[in-house]
C-alpha cells in the first residue's frame, strides 16, 4: 500500500520514493470482440488517484474494423468518459502505432464527492503533452478504468500494451490489473 505523511516523501509498497513520473502499471490485451461494442476493464481504482497518462501501443497489427476507440470510467452504475466517448477510428493499426490521452475529456469537477466514480481534469489544454486526471472509487462498488472500441470485424483481431501512470491521492489510492 502507498502511503503519505506530512513532511516525508511520497512511496510506494516498497519503501522507494515516487517520482512526478508516478507509479507504473500495464496490461496486455488481446482483441476477440464480434461485430459489436467491447468493453474490457483494463484497471481497477481503490481510494482516489490521479492519472498522469494512460497510453494504449499496438503490439499486434490491429483487424480492419477498430472504431470508437475511448477510455472511460465505470463504477457499474454510471460511466464518466476519460476520453470522448465516440472515441478515434484506429482500424488496421500497425503494430507500433500508440493511442494517448492528450486533451480533455469534459470540464473540470469541482467536487469529487465518492458517490460515484468520478473525473477531473486541468481546465486549460496543453499544459503537458498527457492530460493528467483524478479518478475516485464509489463507495463498495468496483470501479474499472476501462477501454471501449467497437467492431464490425467477425470476429477482429490484434493486440495492445495498456500503460498507466499514476501517484495516490489518498491514502488507500491505488490502482491494479483489471
Do not use: C
Request: hydrophobic share 40%.
Amino acid at each position: 500500500m502507498t502511503s503519505y505523511q506530512a513532511g516525508t516523501a511520497l512511496r510506494d509498497a516498497n519503501g522507494r520514493t515516487v517520482t512526478d513520473l508516478g507509479l507504473t502499471l500495464s496490461k496486455s490485451v488481446t482483441f476477440t470482440g464480434n461485430n459489436t461494442t467491447v468493453v474490457t476493464p483494463l484497471f481497477h481504482v481503490t481510494g482516489t488517484v490521479e492519472v498522469l497518462s494512460i497510453v494504449g501501443v499496438v503490439t499486434t497489427d490491429l483487424g480492419a474494423n477498430h472504431t470508437a476507440a475511448a477510455w472511460r470510467l465505470n463504477d457499474q452504475t454510471a460511466q464518466s468518459n476519460i476520453t470522448l466517448n465516440t472515441g478515434v477510428d484506429i482500424s488496421a493499426a500497425k503494430a507500433g502505432s500508440s493511442i494517448v490521452k492528450k486533451g480533455l475529456a469534459a470540464a473540470a469537477a469541482v467536487f469529487l464527492n465518492n458517490s460515484a466514480g468520478r473525473v477531473s481534469e486541468p481546465t486549460t489544454l496543453e499544459t503537458m503533452y498527457f492530460s493528467p486526471f483524478v479518478a475516485v472509487k464509489k463507495t463498495g462498488a468496483t470501479t474499472d478504468i476501462e477501454y471501449v472500441y467497437a467492431t464490425t470485424d467477425t470476429p477482429t483481431s490484434g493486440a495492445m500494451l495498456f500503460t498507466v501512470q499514476y501517484l495516490p491521492v489518498s491514502s488507500d489510492g491505488a490502482l491494479t490489473t483489471a
